[in-house]
């Protein structure tokens, strides 16, 4: 796969709608997406005598001819949030957590060099590449951010305890949610899961021996899908038809039952969750070309260490992204917003021509919110490119003083208007 590949879509519009009551949050989006198929991801296929992973990018998402992306990636739309305990998220958003060395980028570090250091490789969190991280996790000045000057542990537990970190939920179409969930994350020093266990694992396989698990034969006939038929257009119905591994659907795999020209299993079987990753529940439909997505978890949570706590009354800063056919830097991100619960936020980020970057989530009485009592925002969202933090910050910026002094935002730096981003 080339790196260098843009999405065709240059914008997309997410319309979203927020409401709240005295025990939960909820969110609902609702986005375009014309392909169907975007409840597939991170297949394993046997093609000429050996299984083969098929995660890149899916087809339909690339600018141009692109032959090469023959994968299965989910559709998914996740969001930053934040209580103002993370310095120049207010004005930035996510374009803080992305940094020179980070995975996807030109810059991308390599995976020798990840399990090198005392902090992400093999003696540490043993990584194989640098993900997103807030500046604040290294040493220096706050906006400095070189990942191998990380703090240390200790400092990093400290600044988890002070709230320092980003809160991550993401609900994703194949992954969570036939389990009826998000997932959820934290951004720190990097983009962790949160203490539990998410709602999908890891298959091991091999090109020889093939995976560890296939379908029951009684709930997927062969065992697998069959890889042709879905590229010929005969997509598995995203409600009704069965194209997730549930660790209680899977047997231990049968070379003699499922080993044939374009069978199809997953490489990620989902899985019960637990602890503070279930926080979030998650439900998605897509129908006609649309995604409508819903998400809710408890205002006050278990888990503060790994989780913004959420107070009716109080604002804060939140920047929403939604996942096309590919992961990593491949998606369209949103400008920072402020949210109220039940209060009109004051944001330096000026009125743009989409609408107001001050939103209120509407309180409603009962179990669920009634949508159609919930203003809807439009927010746009942009592919990012290869802008990142070391760039805004680079004394080759013509306004990097004031950026590291949090004194301007990423509206004011691109016309208030996040398609001029692009232009």
């Known amino acids: 796969m080339t790196e260098q590949w843009r999405p065709g879509e240059r914008v997309k519009e997410l319309r979203t709608e927020i409401a709240f009551n005295s025990d939960r949050i909820h969110?609902?989006?609702?986005?375009?997406?014309?392909?169907p198929g975007g409840w597939l991801h991170d297949m394993l296929v046997y093609r000429?005598?050996?299984w083969t992973q098929f995660a890149d990018p899916s087809p339909w998402v690339a600018k141009g001819e692109t032959p090469e992306h023959t994968g299965f990636y989910e559709d998914r739309v996740s969001f930053l949030l934040d209580d103002g305990s993370v310095t120049g998220f207010e004005e930035f958003g996510g374009w803080l957590t992305v940094h020179k060395g980070m995975r996807s980028l030109p810059s991308e570090v390599s995976e020798a060099d990840v399990q090198s250091h005392d902090h992400f490789g093999a003696e540490g969190l043993d990584k194989t590449d640098i993900r997103k991280?807030?500046?604040q996790a290294c040493e220096g000045e706050w906006w400095e951010n070189d990942w191998r000057t990380v703090g240390s542990e200790g400092e990093l537990e400290r600044l988890k305890r002070d709230g320092v970190f980003l809160d991550l939920p993401m609900w994703?179409?194949?992954?969570?949610?036939?389990?009826?969930?998000?997932?959820?994350?934290?951004?720190?020093?990097?983009?962790?899961?949160d203490q539990g266990r998410n709602t999908y694992t890891t298959q091991e396989w091999g090109p020889r021996d093939g995976p560890e698990y296939m379908w029951d034969p009684d709930v997927v006939e062969r065992g697998a899908l069959d890889y042709h038929e879905i590229r010929d257009g005969n997509v598995p119905h995203q409600q009704d038809d069965t194209y997730a591994l549930e660790m209680k659907d899977a047997v231990a795999f049968d070379p003699d039952v499922a080993?044939?020209?374009?069978?199809m299993i997953p490489r990620r079987p989902l899985q019960e969750p637990h602890g503070s990753a279930a926080d979030w529940r998650g439900t998605g439909v897509w129908n006609d070309g649309e995604w409508v997505v819903e998400m809710w978890r408890d205002l006050q949570t278990a888990h503060p260490v790994d989780t913004k706590q959420l107070t009716p009354g109080e604002v804060y800063t939140w920047t929403p992204a939604v996942h096309h056919g590919a992961g990593k830097r491949w998606h369209w991100v949103a400008y920072p917003y402020k949210f109220g619960l039940g209060v009109e936020p004051n944001y330096s980020g000026e009125q743009h021509a989409h609408g107001t970057t001050e939103l209120v989530a509407e309180e409603f009485t009962g179990d669920e919110p009634d949508w159609d009592?919930?203003?809807?925002?439009?927010?746009?969202?942009?592919?990012?490119?290869?802008l990142d933090w070391t760039d805004l910050t680079s004394d080759d910026h013509a306004r990097a003083t004031e950026i590291r002094n949090a004194e301007i935002t990423i509206w004011e730096l691109y016309e208030k208007d996040p398609e001029s981003f692009i232009e």
Request: proline share 9%; net charge negative; aromatic share 16%.
């Open 48 to 50: 000429d005598g050996e």
């Open 27 to 35: 969110f609902r989006f609702r986005w375009d997406q014309p392909n």
């Open 172 to 193: 994703r179409a194949h992954r969570s949610n036939p389990k009826g969930y998000g997932t959820d994350h934290h951004v720190l020093d990097y983009r962790h899961s």
């Open 259 to 263: 080993e044939w020209e374009g069978a």
């Open 133 to 135: 991280f807030i500046p």
């Open 373 to 386: 009592d919930i203003s809807t925002y439009t927010i746009p969202l942009v592919f990012p490119g290869l």
